[in-house]
């Protein structure tokens, strides 16, 4: 297979170094490499050269300027005709749009492309106050490129979900991180006789890198840290700006600037430990350099760092842009030697496994495969029947939860794609399901929503004509809707709904949006193949209330990846009762409530309140009534609610009504105590294995096989639960017999439930 590489080359920065660990190995598996170098400074290209020369490499140059773009266009084009290749792989936008103009001239070639970087869309996108023309021109021209790109894959799932959400791609774009190979010393060598001791920063001086960020940080410990030097490497426009501010702010006697470097390898050798304080990356490739050494990293909490490093396991991440923890984490990590020789053996066992250079070729070649137009080496393999997951958005809500859930497992025996209405992705998605925009456009207005589901059920009909998809699984009212819609125009389509709410309740009768969805359910839903409803009230309401047939409704649990939840649970305090709320900031979840019981306890606690809402400035004003402040933490939404569970004694729900919450059966797995109101529907039948459990309570409250259920808005009897929690601290033999208890609720066994009714 021949390959032709296309990127403006501009020394040797991440992406260059990016070729160099994989171009080697793309050889040895078979691929003929050929390197197209587009270049405005001819001077940068002559280092990156001379190593493609050394691998054997035929490489071309191209210069690109404003007067010579027709002109570098003709170029490619006889360069592609003339080389025969198999594919065009594009890297950054340069390319990109060479490319793709090149094609726009009737030039035939199969072109992919790699982004490997944010740029100004990232910028733009995470409120970095860009240059507007510089953005604009840049989002124009990467929509237009993307036009003539037959398929591309990010670095990190943090780039696919920028380019989705800001519909620069219609599709969620594959992810291959970028790997290298652990070096032959692999293991963290002494520094050199006579050597201070050194923090290394490494990369382009530039503002976006954040190297003032971390000055500021180190100014605040450098005099209890005389010995310690801070280690520059790179070069870049704000050299000069960046010492000019070392000596302002009085540090310069301890930090070198050491320039562009060959010796990258030899100086994460011998640090310390290595800080990348960029505002953010596309991949982070010098994260897993440090690794390779053995060296633990200090960082941002930013796209892709955060999908690299795992808090304090293999370095340690600090909120964004955060000079005070900054400046702690860098005061943690060197007094801590033993800490820090930890986290890089684990970072080193990381890059052994996810990162790995074999994983990146294995990915790359399988990419390369896929898209050739003259080998098709997977041609044979059984296909795969081709199902959908249609839901509002992959965000971090429970129903979002269940249907990616839902889709990992049927993955195992379906190709899965799933079709969103808004490009909100927050799971990292395998490469092997293919996720998809339904319409650029999707309105906040109630009644446009009502009145574009005609269109937006027609555009879903012809997806999955397209896609050849003949089942459809939906989730949520509104995709609910279309997918019994889309049957009207492609009848081949067999429509499965899924209803993840207490109907009755989450609709009542008065209020016309109110009275429009319910109409709407009693009209679309008796038509559906199957209805799922995730308990056994939501299935009762459906037949009696809405007229769905009975014969039509399966019940099938929210399934629980346990995996996830396997020994990760932290020590709890035998001090601070630690307690976490998780849930939407409404009415409907009633944290109000708790809020209210905690401002009268007599023993000592701490809560964290996980979510987002429009209720959010209402408990915070109400934590300040009760001068809460130092008890109570109002966190905010966050991605991966796990840790916060492993970290707490007791989840507790306020809930006024349910449809079969999440949380609930994360906080059974996660082996703490679980409080809930016992509302419709949902928390009844998680929590007690007998089915035949007593009714609803009107007031009081009820110890159960897996934890505590209270009368909705009975304030005495939450405060009860927790008054004889805190005495009690039921023992983790105990709460190991509640995982055993919640087996009908693991993926496998809800995901076989399903199967067996598609």
């Known amino acids: 297979m021949k390959v032709l590489f296309v990127q403006k080359i501009s020394g040797i920065s991440g992406s260059e170094r990016y070729f160099?660990?994989?171009?080697?190995?793309?050889?040895?598996?078979?691929?003929?490499?050929?390197?197209?170098?587009?270049?405005?400074?001819?001077?940068?290209?002559?280092?990156?050269?001379?190593?493609?020369?050394?691998?054997?490499?035929?490489?071309?140059?191209?210069?690109?300027?404003?007067?010579?773009?027709?002109?570098?266009?003709?170029?490619?084009?006889?360069?592609?005709?003339?080389?025969?290749?198999?594919?065009?792989?594009?890297?950054?936008?340069?390319?990109?749009?060479?490319?793709?103009?090149?094609?726009?001239?009737?030039?035939?070639?199969?072109?992919?492309?790699?982004?490997?970087?944010?740029?100004?869309?990232?910028?733009?996108?995470?409120?970095?106050?860009?240059?507007?023309?510089?953005?604009?021109?840049?989002?124009?021209?990467?929509?237009?490129?993307e036009k003539f790109i037959d398929s591309s894959f990010t670095v990190s799932h943090g780039l696919s979900k920028l380019y989705f959400s800001l519909g620069i791609t219609n599709y969620y774009p594959q992810v291959i991180w970028h790997g290298i190979a652990v070096p032959e010393s692999k293991k963290s060598v002494e520094q050199t006789s006579g050597e201070q001791p050194y923090i290394l920063v490494l990369g382009r001086l530039e503002t976006f890198k954040g190297h003032k960020l971390l000055f500021d940080a180190f100014e605040k410990i450098a005099e209890g840290f005389p010995k310690v030097r801070i280690r520059v490497v790179g070069g870049g426009s704000a050299q000069v700006e960046f010492e000019d501010y070392a000596r302002k702010i009085g540090i310069a006697e301890q930090v070198d600037f050491l320039g562009y470097r060959t010796d990258v390898d030899h100086q994460i050798e011998h640090c310390l430990f290595l800080v990348s304080p960029s505002k953010g990356e596309g991949f982070g490739l010098i994260i897993i350099e440090a690794f390779a050494f053995s060296k633990p990293v200090i960082t941002f909490d930013v796209p892709a760092f955060n999908e690299i490093i795992a808090h304090n396991v293999d370095g340690i991440l600090v909120p964004a842009f955060d000079i005070d923890l900054l400046s702690h984490a860098l005061k943690k990590m060197l007094t801590n030697p033993e800490l820090a020789a930890s986290m890089g053996a684990n970072g080193l066992s990381k890059l052994k496994g996810t990162f790995s250079l074999s994983k990146c070729i294995e990915d790359t070649v399988k990419f390369y495969n896929e898209h050739s137009v003259t080998e098709k080496p997977f041609s044979d393999e059984k296909k795969k029947e081709a199902i959908a997951i249609f839901t509002i958005s992959l965000h971090g809500g429970g129903a979002e939860k269940v249907a990616f859930y839902t889709a990992l497992e049927l993955a195992k025996d379906?190709?899965?794609?799933?079709?969103?209405?808004?490009?909100?992705?927050?799971?990292?998605?395998?490469?092997?399901?293919?996720?998809?925009?339904?319409?650029?456009?999707?309105?906040?207005?109630?009644?446009?929503?009502?009145?574009?589901?005609?269109?937006?059920?027609?555009?879903?009909?012809?997806?999955?004509r397209r896609l050849k998809v003949k089942k459809v699984i939906s989730f949520l009212n509104r995709p609910n809707y279309i997918n019994v819609i889309a049957h009207l125009f492609f009848k081949q389509i067999k429509t499965i709904i899924s209803e993840r709410t207490y109907t009755d309740l989450e609709f009542p009768n008065k209020g016309w949006q109110n009275i429009t969805s319910r109409l709407l359910i009693k009209l679309l839903y008796p038509k559906a193949d199957l209805v799922i409803a995730n308990s056994k009230t939501t299935s009762h309401s459906l037949v009696n209330k809405f007229g769905v047939d009975a014969k039509k409704i399966k019940t099938v649990y929210n399934s629980i990846i346990s995996d996830n939840y396997e020994n990760q649970n932290a020590q709890k305090s035998s001090g601070v009762l630690k307690l976490v709320s998780i849930g939407r900031l409404d009415s409907n979840k009633n944290v109000g409530m708790l809020i209210d019981v905690l401002s009268i306890v007599e023993f000592d606690f701490e809560l964290i309140i996980v979510g987002d809402g429009p209720l959010k400035k209402q408990l915070d004003e109400k934590i300040k009534f009760y001068n809460l402040q130092d008890k109570i933490t109002l966190l905010g939404f966050v991605n991966d609610v796990i840790p916060f569970l492993h970290q707490s004694d007791v989840m507790i729900l306020c809930s006024r009504h349910e449809g079969y919450p999440n949380v609930v059966l994360e906080a059974v797995f996660s082996q703490i105590e679980v409080v809930v109101s016992d509302c419709f529907s949902g928390p009844r039948e998680i929590l007690s294995d007998n089915e035949n459990s007593a009714a609803i309570l009107t007031e009081g409250w009820e110890k159960l096989d897996l934890g505590y259920l209270f009368a909705v808005d009975d304030k005495k009897a939450l405060l009860e639960i927790l008054n004889e929690i805190n005495q009690e601290r039921r023992s983790i033999n105990v709460l190991e017999r509640t995982r055993l208890l919640a087996n009908r609720h693991q993926s496998k066994n809800a995901i076989e439930n399903l199967k067996s009714n598609l």
């Open 414 to 464: 379906y190709q899965v794609n799933i079709v969103l209405l808004n490009p909100n992705v927050q799971f990292k998605v395998p490469n092997e399901i293919k996720v998809y925009k339904l319409s650029k456009f999707e309105f906040e207005n109630a009644l446009m929503k009502i009145l574009t589901l005609p269109f937006l059920s027609l555009r879903l009909a012809f997806m999955m």
């Open 20 to 145: 160099i660990n994989v171009i080697p190995k793309l050889q040895k598996q078979g691929v003929d490499v050929a390197f197209l170098m587009l270049y405005s400074d001819e001077k940068l290209t002559i280092e990156f050269a001379k190593i493609m020369q050394s691998y054997g490499v035929k490489n071309e140059q191209i210069r690109i300027a404003r007067w010579s773009i027709f002109t570098a266009i003709f170029q490619i084009a006889k360069i592609i005709r003339k080389g025969g290749f198999d594919l065009v792989h594009s890297h950054l936008i340069h390319a990109d749009v060479l490319l793709a103009l090149t094609k726009f001239i009737r030039t035939k070639f199969t072109l992919i492309s790699t982004k490997h970087g944010f740029d100004e869309v990232f910028i733009k996108k995470y409120g970095l106050k860009p240059d507007k023309r510089l953005y604009n021109a840049y989002f124009f021209a990467a929509i237009f490129a």
